[in-house]
């Protein structure tokens, strides 16, 4: 079975500064798909990145780029240039390339952005 | 704007009542779920469908059961509710496969007391 750890239960940082958000997961899939969703207060869950295991570049969206190490498992969200509302929860999830499997989460990282 | 819509956003409950959480999703998606989501354990999966009338167990099935009748509509239903039930439920849509991504609703915070 997949497992998806992110290791940072908070973080915080200043407005207008980077952060990077922590994400390993464990599975013996050669193909598969990685997200980052956002959970802001308003409870919606949002669709920030998404990386396909067999692109070796690393997916970017606006602000948002990831660091997929597919050796070492690992796929990190850098935000940079924060912002007050990307205050909210990130969850990493892994899904299987292969079939009609559903989507496994990590618990989340509840970031905070400070003025 | 594509959707999937909670019935629901606050429900509080007695213990022992049957309780329908209802989703509906306006993209003609084939897969439904429903997770749940606690502090500190993330969303873990109870149900999903890929087709009316089908249903696979998630994670946490126990005290669950679900019903899709019709291709846009997802039940999740708690046969007797129980303290422990208390948490928010989200559910999601995707196309088969789900490669794109999930579509989520807003929440239902529930309340079991």
């Known amino acids: 079975a997949q497992t998806v750890t992110q290791s940072q239960p908070e973080m915080s940082v200043q407005e207008a500064e980077t952060v990077t958000l922590s994400c390993t997961y464990d599975?013996?899939?050669?193909?598969?798909?990685l997200f980052w969703y956002k959970q802001p207060p308003s409870r919606q869950m949002i669709l920030v990145i998404r990386q396909e295991a067999y692109k070796q570049q690393n997916a970017t969206e606006n602000r948002f780029s990831v660091n997929f190490q597919k050796a070492a498992k690992s796929f990190s969200l850098k935000i940079s240039d924060s912002q007050l509302g990307d205050t909210a929860m990130y969850f990493c999830?892994?899904?299987?390339?292969?079939?009609?499997?559903?989507?496994?989460f990590g618990k989340g990282t509840r970031l905070s952005v400070i003025a | 704007d594509v959707k999937v819509t909670q019935s629901s956003r606050y429900l509080v409950k007695r213990t022992g009542e049957k309780v329908f959480l209802e989703c509906v999703q306006d993209m003609d998606h084939e897969n439904m779920f429903w997770y749940r989501q606690d502090p500190g354990l993330g969303l873990r999966l109870i149900y999903f469908?890929?087709?009316?009338?089908m249903k696979e167990k998630g994670d946490i099935p126990e005290g669950y059961s679900v019903s899709r009748e019709k291709k846009e509509r997802f039940s999740l239903i708690l046969e007797s509710a129980s303290t422990n039930q208390t948490s928010m439920y989200l559910c999601?849509?995707?196309?088969w496969g789900g490669g794109d991504g999930y579509t989520f609703g807003s929440g239902t915070r529930l309340t079991v007391v």
């Open positions: 469908s890929y087709d009316v009338k």
């Open positions: 999601a849509s995707s196309f």
């Open positions: 599975t013996s899939e050669s193909n598969y798909y």
């Open positions: 999830a892994f899904m299987k390339l292969t079939g009609n499997t559903p989507l496994v």
